[in-house]
C-alpha cells in the first residue's frame, strides 16, 4: 500500500485536483469577508482524503498494478485448535449523577468470550493456510497427530483449549500466493512491453494453443499448489511430470526465489512472444520452460520467460533441450531444467524497476470521474459556508469566529 501511495501522489492528475479547493478559496475570500483559513483547511483537508482514497482504490483496481507470485516450499505440520471460552473482566463506564449535577462512574463487569475452533497447516516460508475440519482429518489419517497442552490465561471452560498437531513424515510440496506491486505491467509506455497484436492472442485462446496462466488448486488436505506443467499438445501425462517439477520447485524456491513451470506447444518459435504478452511477462519469480515440440514428441526448440540479469541462463535455456523427446526424456528434461535453475537463475528485483513509477497512470475517464466528484463535493462545502455565512453566525462561532 506504501508503493501505490508513492504512486498516486507522484501523479499528475492528483495534484490537479487542488485547483478546485484553491479556486473556491479564492472566490469566497473575495467575496465573503467572513472566509477564514480553517474553513481553507476543511476544504483542503476533504479534497486531500478523497482524491487519495479514490486514486489509490484505482489503481489496485483498474490497473495490473497489484500482481501474485507463488512462493515454493513444503508442509511442515498440520494443526487442529480446539473452541475455548475466556473470561474477560473489565471496567464499564456509566452515568450516575443527576441532570444538574452530571457525573459518570465506573463498576466492575464480566463477560465470556467464545474462541472457536480453526485448522491450519504451516510451511517451510512460516506461512500459514487455513483448512477446514475434514482437510485437517485427511492429513489425521494419513499421519496421525498428538495433542500438546496450551496454557491459556482467563480460560473458564474446561477439557478444551488445546492443539493437535500432525507432523507429515513425506514431503507435500507448497505454492502460497503472495501479492507484490508490478511496476512493469502496470506502466503505460515501456521498453519492456512486447507489441503482440491482440487479434492473434485472442486466435491463440480460441484454437487452444494458448492457455492461461497456471491455475493454483488444493489437494484433499488443502495443500495448495500449481498446475506447473501446462501441455497444449496432449502428446504425454502430465502427472509424473507435475510431481517431479513440485519437488524441483520446493528445492530451489526459497534459496532461488524461483518458480519453476512448464509449457508444451507444437507451434513455432514465434510462441514465445505470444506467451509473453498474454501472461504479461509472468510473474517476478517465474522461470518458464517453453519446450517446442513435433508430432513425435521430439524437441524442436525451446525459450524462456524470466526476470533475470543472467543473459546465459536465458541463452542455455533455448539451447540444449533440441532432440529430447518429451515422451521418453522426462527425466533428462527436468534435470536439465534444474541444473540451469541451480547454477545459472538469479531473480531481477522488482526495485530495478522502479524507475517506472511515474509511468503509471489510471485511464483519462477515471481521472474525470474522480475530478467530477471533487468538483461536486466542494460544491456541497461551498454551499455549507455560504449558508452560514447568510443565515448565521453558528459556524464561524464554532471555529472562533467572534
Same mark, same amino acid.
Given at each position: ?141 494419513? $499421519? &496421525?497427530?498428538? +495433542? ?5 490465561? !482467563? ?7 488445546? %492443539?493437535? @498437531? ?69 502428446? $504425454? &501425462?502430465?502427472? +509424473? ?5 513440485? !519437488? ?7 534459496? %532461488?526465489? @524461483? ?144
Amino acid at each position: 500500500m506504501v508503493e501505490i501511495f508513492y504512486i498516486v501522489v507522484a501523479n499528475v492528475g492528483f495534484w490537479f485536483n487542488f485547483i478546485i479547493p484553491i479556486a473556491t478559496s479564492l472566490y469566497l475570500l473575495a467575496t465573503h469577508g467572513e472566509y477564514i483559513l480553517k474553513e481553507f483547511g476543511i476544504q483542503v483537508l476533504a479534497t486531500l482524503t478523497y482524491v487519495t482514497i479514490a486514486f489509490m482504490l484505482l489503481f489496485s483496481t483498474t490497473t495490473d498494478l497489484r500482481d501474485t507470485e507463488y512462493w515454493n516450499g513444503q508442509v511442515t505440520k498440520f494443526e487442529y485448535y480446539e473452541e475455548w471460552t475466556e473470561r474477560v473482566d473489565y471496567t464499564e463506564s456509566y452515568s450516575c449523577g443527576t441532570t444538574k449535577s452530571p457525573k459518570t462512574c465506573t463498576r466492575q463487569k464480566t463477560r465470556y468470550d467464545y474462541h472457536s475452533p480453526y485448522w491450519q497447516l504451516t510451511t517451510s516460508n512460516k506461512e500459514t493456510v487455513s483448512l477446514s475440519r475434514s482437510e485437517y482429518r485427511q492429513a489425521r489419517a494419513k $499421519f &496421525g497427530d498428538k +495433542e500438546v497442552n496450551v496454557s491459556r490465561m !482467563n480460560q473458564s471452560s474446561f477439557g478444551d483449549g488445546d %492443539k493437535y @498437531v500432525s507432523y507429515p513424515n513425506i514431503i507435500i510440496p507448497t505454492a502460497v500466493p503472495h501479492g507484490y506491486t508490478n511496476f512493469v505491467t502496470a506502466a503505460k509506455n515501456t521498453v519492456i512491453k512486447q507489441e503482440v497484436s491482440p487479434a492473434d492472442i485472442a486466435y491463440g485462446i480460441k484454437e487452444k494453443t494458448l492457455k492461461s496462466y497456471p491455475a493454483p488448486y488444493e489437494n484433499g488436505m488443502g495443500v495448495p499448489n500449481l498446475v506447473r506443467v501446462i501441455d497444449t499438445t496432449n502428446s $504425454f &501425462g502430465t502427472i +509424473e511430470w507435475l510431481k517431479d517439477l513440485n !519437488n524441483m520447485a520446493n528445492k530451489y524456491g526459497k534459496t %532461488k526465489q @524461483v518458480n519453476p513451470i512448464i509449457y508444451v506447444t507444437n507451434s513455432d518459435r514465434t510462441f514465445k512472444a505470444l506467451l509473453d504478452a498474454h501472461w504479461k511477462k509472468a510473474k517476478k519469480n517465474d522461470a518458464v520452460l517453453i519446450l517446442g515440440i513435433q508430432d513425435s514428441g521430439e524437441i524442436s526448440w525451446s525459450d524462456t520467460i524470466a526476470w533475470t540479469n543472467n543473459t546465459d541462463f536465458i541463452v542455455d535455456m533455448g539451447h540444449g533441450f533440441e532432440g529430447l523427446n518429451v515422451k521418453t526424456d522426462r527425466k533428462k528434461i527436468l534435470a536439465r531444467f534444474e541444473n540451469l535453475i541451480q547454477t545459472q537463475y538469479k531473480r531481477k528485483p522488482m526495485e530495478e524497476f522502479a524507475y517506472l513509477k511515474e509511468n503509471i497512470t489510471l485511464e483519462w475517464y477515471w481521472q474525470l470521474l474522480i475530478l467530477v466528484g471533487n468538483i461536486v463535493m466542494s460544491f456541497f462545502i461551498t454551499r455549507y459556508f455560504l449558508g452560514n455565512y447568510n443565515g448565521s453566525s453558528r459556524f464561524r462561532n464554532r471555529f472562533g469566529r467572534r
